[in-house]
C-alpha cells in the first residue's frame, strides 16, 4: 500500500462545470501523476508533477489543469467538463528508490 | 517519444494452461514494469523490471533491454488471473512512464 487516496471516486456532472479530482499521498513521494484510461487506449498521461509547483504536461493534457500547492496534494481540474473527459482517472507516485509506479484506486467521471 | 506495443491484444486459456505476453517499445528505457488490473479495475504492480529476470511465484518476467522487449509468464493459470495486463516503460532522461494498451487474458475453469 503506497498510501495514496483519490477523491471522489465516483462523480457525474453536466458538461460545462468544472471539476476538481483530488490525489493525497501519505510518503512524501516527490512524483505524483495523474492519467486517464479510456477503452482501446490503455492509460495516457495527463499530467505530472515533480515537486511542489513544479508540473509538466503529458500526451493528452488539453481541457485539463494541475496544482501542487504541498507534496502531499496532487489536484487536477477540469474548467469546463465535456463528454470527451469521460473516463477514469488515475493518480500515481513515483517511489524515489527504484523509480516504480504505485497507482491510487481510481476516480470514475461520467459527464452528461 | 517512445511507442509500446503489447502482444497478443486478447489472450483465452484453460486453467492450468501456460502463457507468455510480450511487451515491445521503441527506444532505450530505465524504468519497465508490469500492471495486472483485475476485474475491480485496481492496478496492481507485478514487476518492476528494467532489465534481467524476476519470479515471484507462479509468474514471472524478463527484459532484454538491448533488444527493446520483455516478456510477461503465467504458468499454471488461474481464473483469478483473469483481467488486463500492462506494460509501462520510461525512457532515459524522462520520470513519464508510457503505458501499452494491454493484453486482456480470461481464464476459464
Known amino acids: 500500500d503506497a498510501g495514496i487516496t483519490q477523491s471522489p471516486r465516483h462523480k457525474v456532472t453536466e458538461t460545462g462545470t468544472p471539476v476538481t479530482l483530488r490525489c493525497h499521498q501519505t510518503e512524501n513521494h516527490r512524483y505524483m501523476y495523474w492519467y486517464r484510461q479510456d477503452p482501446g487506449h490503455g492509460l495516457r498521461l495527463i499530467h505530472y508533477s515533480y515537486g511542489v509547483k513544479d508540473t509538466d504536461k503529458g500526451e493528452v493534457s488539453d481541457g485539463y489543469s494541475v496544482s501542487r500547492s504541498k507534496t502531499e496534494d496532487f489536484l487536477l481540474t477540469l474548467e469546463s467538463a465535456t463528454s470527451s473527459q469521460t473516463s477514469v482517472y488515475f493518480c500515481?507516485?513515483?517511489?524515489?528508490?527504484?523509480?516504480?509506479?504505485?497507482f491510487g484506486e481510481g476516480s470514475r467521471l461520467t459527464v452528461l | 517519444g517512445i511507442q509500446v506495443e503489447q502482444s497478443p491484444p486478447d489472450l483465452i486459456l484453460q486453467e492450468g494452461a501456460n502463457s507468455t505476453l510480450r511487451c515491445n517499445f521503441s527506444?532505450?528505457?530505465?524504468?519497465l514494469q508490469w500492471f495486472h488490473q483485475n476485474p475491480w479495475g485496481q492496478l496492481i504492480n507485478l514487476f518492476y523490471i528494467p532489465s534481467g529476470t524476476k519470479q515471484n511465484g507462479r509468474l514471472s518476467a524478463t527484459t532484454v533491454a538491448t533488444e527493446r522487449y520483455s516478456l510477461l509468464y503465467i504458468s499454471s493459470s488461474q481464473t483469478t488471473d483473469s483481467g488486463v495486463y500492462f506494460c509501462a516503460v520510461g525512457g532515459t532522461g524522462t520520470y513519464k512512464y508510457i503505458f501499452g494498451t494491454g493484453t486482456r487474458l480470461k481464464v476459464l475453469a
Open positions: 500515481a507516485i513515483q517511489t524515489g528508490g527504484t523509480g516504480e509506479l504505485f
Open positions: 527506444d532505450s528505457v530505465n524504468n
